[in-house]
């Protein structure tokens, strides 16, 4: 009787192995065929059901170029600022008459005009607000030593006359073209930012010539008596004749060529 019960409890012992075995392996198998049970989607819900996908990041706005500023303080800037500081010195030295002392300052100027651009180009120091300046600080100086060599008698009035009036006309345009390519908003702190610059001054050749002869105008009409030569010199008179085509000429090209003297940025 013992060993028959044993047999059959050894018997329903590895059915049941059987049985767990199989069931092991069916269930594996529809793991592997069936897909994924999604969550069911809530129809109602009181606040808000959180998105699946990555929230993205708002960009930054983007820097205008326009509105980058520049490093305007180099080396080239600051010559070209001294020499706007020396030129109302030099005027004055020559309304009174003391003609060695302006023309020992004016050298010396003449030699910044040519030191500045010199180091900016070796040094890659050019900057935007150079272009500017550099032709400005021309301008100034000679303004300055035109009218006051034209209180002291040493230049005439109409040659004064045509030098200032094509220099104001220069620095009028120039003032409506800053306000032209500044990039908006167009407020009174931005116009006058010399950082942010907004076009690029190219001086055609003539007009680098005709300054280099105004300069030497200047500096021997200012030489000639402290050297004791004649004022109505014929070499002087030549002079005075060429500086005054030269300038005219100069404002013809800045009109019918302004296009490539001045760029935009």
């Not at 272009?131 to 030593?145: E, R, Y």
Request: with cysteine; hydrophobic share 45%; aromatic share 8%.
């Amino acid at each position: 009787m013992l060993p028959s019960l044993q047999r059959h409890a050894l018997c329903r012992v590895s059915s049941l192995s059987v049985f767990r075995s199989f069931s092991i392996s069916l269930a594996s198998r529809a793991t592997r065929i069936l897909p994924p049970v999604s969550q069911p989607r809530r129809l109602f819900s009181n606040g808000p059901t959180p998105s699946t996908q990555p929230q993205s990041q708002p960009l930054a706005p983007s820097k205008d170029a326009k509105d980058t500023k520049e490093n305007i303080y180099t080396l080239p800037n600051a010559i070209t600022l001294a020499r706007i500081a020396a030129s109302p010195v030099i005027g004055y030295y020559i309304t009174v008459h003391q003609y060695p002392l302006a023309l020992g300052l004016l050298a010396v100027a003449a030699a910044s005009d040519f030191v500045d651009g010199f180091i900016a180009r070796t040094f890659n120091m050019k900057t935007a607000f150079g272009t500017v300046l550099d032709p400005a600080a021309d301008k100034i100086l000679m303004t300055v030593l035109t009218v006051s060599l034209c209180d002291a008698g040493l230049l005439s009035v109409p040659l004064a006359g045509l030098i200032i009036g094509r220099d104001v006309g220069l620095v009028g345009a120039t003032m409506v073209y800053r306000y032209r390519t500044l990039s908006e908003p167009k407020t009174w702190s931005r116009y006058w930012d010399v950082s942010l610059p907004s076009a690029e001054v190219h001086p055609p050749l003539i007009s680098k010539l005709n300054t280099a002869l105004q300069l030497l105008l200047m500096y021997v009409s200012l030489a000639a008596p402290v050297y004791g030569v004649p004022i109505g010199h014929l070499a002087l008179e030549t002079l005075r004749w060429t500086v005054g085509g030269t300038t005219i000429g100069s404002i013809l090209v800045y009109w019918f060529n302004r296009q490539n003297v001045v760029k935009q940025l």
